[in-house]
């Protein structure tokens, strides 16, 4: 079984920063990517940001430059540091881990979700 935990989420002003946290564990064979995705109410689900096992990285427009994903050394951790946040970031960020488990006898990648983290960006 894979376990996506994130945490990090909150209520920060604009302009403000916060650092969320995203951990893969159970039985997990190999990490292909993770990613951040966020949902805003009425709005559908978008890509933030992933970053691969090679460490290639790639961001929604709307965050670049304000944004950095990364990875610790053993790369079962990603984290996603926030800077110069705007109201229009309000969401439930959601972790998505892109992997192959040790129990699929299929060898087939999939994706393993974390159950949200909200992120509230004041005016």
């Known amino acids: 079984q894979v376990h996506v935990v994130e945490s990090g989420g909150g209520l920060v002003q604009a302009g403000g920063s916060l650092r969320l946290s995203c951990a893969a564990s159970?039985?997990?064979?190999?990490?292909?990517?993770m990613g951040w995705y966020r949902q805003a109410p009425g709005k559908q689900r978008e890509l933030v940001a992933v970053?691969?096992?090679?460490?290639?990285?790639n961001y929604a427009d709307s965050v670049k430059g304000r944004f950095t994903i990364s990875r610790d050394g053993a790369k079962s951790t990603v984290y996603l540091q926030m800077n110069s946040l705007k109201p229009e970031d309000t969401a439930v960020y959601s972790c998505?881990?892109?992997?192959?488990?040790?129990?699929?006898?299929?060898?087939?990648?999939?994706?393993?979700w974390g159950q949200g983290t909200q992120v509230t960006v004041s005016s």
């Open positions: 998505n881990a892109h992997l192959l488990s040790l129990t699929d006898s299929t060898y087939t990648p999939r994706d393993y």
């Open positions: 970053i691969t096992s090679g460490g290639s990285t």
């Open positions: 159970g039985s997990i064979f190999s990490i292909i990517a």
